[in-house]
């Protein structure tokens, strides 16, 4: 069950060009932002490109434990795990797209960019996309006219995954 989970995980989250990265404050308060994917891996290993100058990175030093959440209209995806940052300039050239040069004028070899890694230890997402939609709001009207809770979901549509 597990490696379907996180195959679907893994496929849900290549379909998102943003996230928002939660982080902790350096005076201990919870912050997110919007960021856009630099790049995903397997296990939901996600990069972010970020200025050097920019307070997240001290947050991630300080406190590397985060949140990552994506949404649309119909599914929702959280991890959570740890991050850190990453200066490899190799790596920095695979994720580069030219998106990126808003930010980053002389591309990856400008002084400001790094990347953040988020290597997930926990995932979470729910699916109620095309088809699911349908079916859940047919369990939910169910539930709803029997007074009970909706029967759970098949893994397509939700599941908790540990990515390995």
Request: charged fraction near 30%.
């Amino acid at each position: 069950m597990n490696d379907i989970a996180q195959e679907r995980l893994d496929k849900l989250i290549s379909e998102f060009d943003t996230a928002m990265l939660v982080t902790s404050s350096l005076e201990g308060q919870l912050r997110a932002r919007p960021m856009a994917i630099a790049g995903h891996y397997r296990g939901g290993l996600m990069y972010f490109a970020t200025r050097a100058e920019d307070e997240k990175l001290e947050e991630v030093l300080q406190q590397p434990e985060v949140a990552v959440t994506l949404q649309d209209d119909s599914r929702f995806l959280s991890l959570s795990g740890r991050a850190r940052i990453e200066t490899d300039q190799q790596l920095g050239r695979e994720m580069w797209h030219a998106a990126m040069k808003l930010w980053f004028p002389e591309g990856v070899d400008d002084a400001q960019f790094t990347l953040i890694l988020v290597e997930p230890e926990f995932g979470e997402y729910w699916d109620r996309s095309g088809l699911r939609r349908l079916e859940f709001m047919w369990q939910a009207g169910k539930a709803l006219i029997r007074g009970e809770l909706p029967e759970d979901s098949p893994i397509e549509s939700h599941a908790k995954v540990r990515p390995e």
